[in-house]
C-alpha cells in the first residue's frame, strides 16, 4: 500500500513518513501544495494524507483539483486546529476522513487503516485468502495459524494483493503501489517476491493469470 503525505512541516512530515514506513506502507512526502498535487495527479496511491495549510497551494484547491481530476484515493485531511469550518470545507472538497493536530500517531495510523481497507471494499481489518491470514494492525502473517515471517517487501506485496483479493492484478500496478518515487523499480524483482512469497505459503497461495498479472485465489470464495 503506497501513501502520499503532503505536509510542510519540517520535522512532523519526515516523522510521519518515517513511522508509515516503519508500518509497512511505501510513502511520498511532498512539502508543498503544487508537489503534492503532482504526485497525487501523475502518480497511484492507496491513501494520502493532506495538511491543508500548505506554501504555494494550499490542501483544499489541491484536494478539489484531485477530485475534478477524478482521482478517487481515499484523503485524510489534517486541520491545524479543531476548526469545524475547516472540517466541513474539507468533506464538502471529498475528504474522506479528518484529524485536528495535534494528534497521535497510533490514531492517525488506524484511520489510514480504515480508509484503505474501506475504499478497497474490506469490512475486517483481518484479512484473509485461504489458510493465510494478515492482521493490518499487527502487520502478522499467519499461515493455518502458524506465524509466518515475511520481509518488508514481501509483506507489501501479500498485503496489496490481499486487500484486492479476487481481482487479477497487474505486475505494473504493483510496482506503483509497493513502491515509493525514489525506488528503483524494476518489474523482475516482483517476480523474485511472489516466487518467495510462495515458498512461504504455499504454492496455490498466488496465482499466475498470463499476461495479466497475479490473483490470490480463495476456493471457499471465488469471485465470480
Ligand atoms: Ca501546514
Redesign the pocket.
Known amino acids: 500500500m503506497r501513501i502520499l503525505i503532503v505536509?510542510?512541516?519540517p520535522t512532523l512530515g519526515p516523522q510521519l513518513k518515517s513511522t508509515l514506513e516503519s508500518a509497512g506502507y511505501a510513502v511520498d512526502l511532498a512539502t508543498d501544495g503544487e508537489d503534492g498535487h503532482f504526485l497525487g495527479s501523475t502518480e497511484n496511491y492507496d491513501a494520502a494524507i493532506l495538511?491543508l495549510?500548505?506554501p504555494i497551494v494550499d490542501g483544499l484547491t489541491v484536494l478539489d483539483r484531485w477530485r475534478k481530476e477524478d482521482r478517487k484515493f481515499p484523503v485524510l485531511v489534517l486541520t491545524?486546529r479543531d476548526s469545524w469550518s475547516d472540517k466541513v470545507a474539507g468533506l464538502d472538497a471529498g475528504a474522506d476522513d479528518y484529524l485536528a493536530k495535534p494528534f497521535q500517531t497510533e490514531e492517525l495510523i488506524a484511520r489510514l487503516r480504515a480508509l484503505i481497507r474501506r475504499s478497497s471494499g474490506n469490512a475486517s481489518s483481518e484479512l484473509e485468502a485461504g489458510d493465510v491470514r494478515l492482521d493490518t494492525r499487527s502487520g502478522k502473517v499467519t499461515l493455518a495459524g502458524e506465524s509466518v515471517k515475511l520481509t518488508a517487501q514481501e509483506y507489501k506485496l501479500l498485503s496489496y494483493l490481499m486487500h484486492h483479493k479476487g481481482k487479477v492484478v497487474s505486475r505494473t500496478e504493483l510496482i506503483e503501489h509497493i513502491y515509493d518515487q525514489d525506488f528503483d523499480r524494476d518489474s523482475n524483482t516482483i517476480e523474485v517476491f511472489v516466487t518467495r512469497i510462495r515458498k512461504k505459503l504455499g504454492a496455490e497461495t498466488i496465482t499466475t493469470i498470463r499476461g495479466l498479472g497475479y490473483s490470490l485465489e480463495d476456493p471457499e470464495n471465488i469471485d465470480n
Do not use: I, V, W
Open positions: 505536509e510542510d512541516e495538511d495549510g500548505l491545524a
